[in-house]
């Protein structure tokens, strides 16, 4: 009776253990844009980050202010937009993303004009890229100003 007892205890137990472990909510239910995994051509073949907005074909909007400043922004795969707002800055310095996946899609635009104070340049490490000349220029309020990378010249192209 001893022993029917302890295995009717270690099952009960097992099945709470179980039981527990299997209702474990699930805690995050959004996708942020900045989840990146690793897709390879096969076993040895080269592999590169897939991001879960190039799957979605959809990217960040990357908010940027501050009147009478200079940034300096390098643009990342997950940001697609960049969006000046509020009081135009001195200058802005955009380096377009480095590497860049084929067919890429870069916008920059503002709420405020900002008169010859822009410069777009493309990265060159590790692709030696290149990009129309876009310095000094002015990007007028809600025109935005679009390039998109072809790979096979490792060119942006000015869309808009």
Known sequence: MKLFSKSLFV????AALATALWAQPV???TISGNECWNAGQGPGGPSQFLCVN????????ALFSGAGTTPSTTMTLQQGTLYWTGGAATTWAIVLPNPAFDGEIVTVDTDTTLTTRVT???GTTPQNQ???SFS???VTALTPVQWQFNLATLAWVRLR
């Open 130 to 132: 290149t990009v129309p």
């Open 27 to 29: 805690t995050n239910q």
């Open 11 to 14: 099952g009960a137990a097992i």
């Open 120 to 122: 777009v340049t493309a």
């Open 136 to 138: 000094g220029q002015t």
């Open 54 to 61: 190039q799957v979605r074909d959809g990217t960040a909007l």
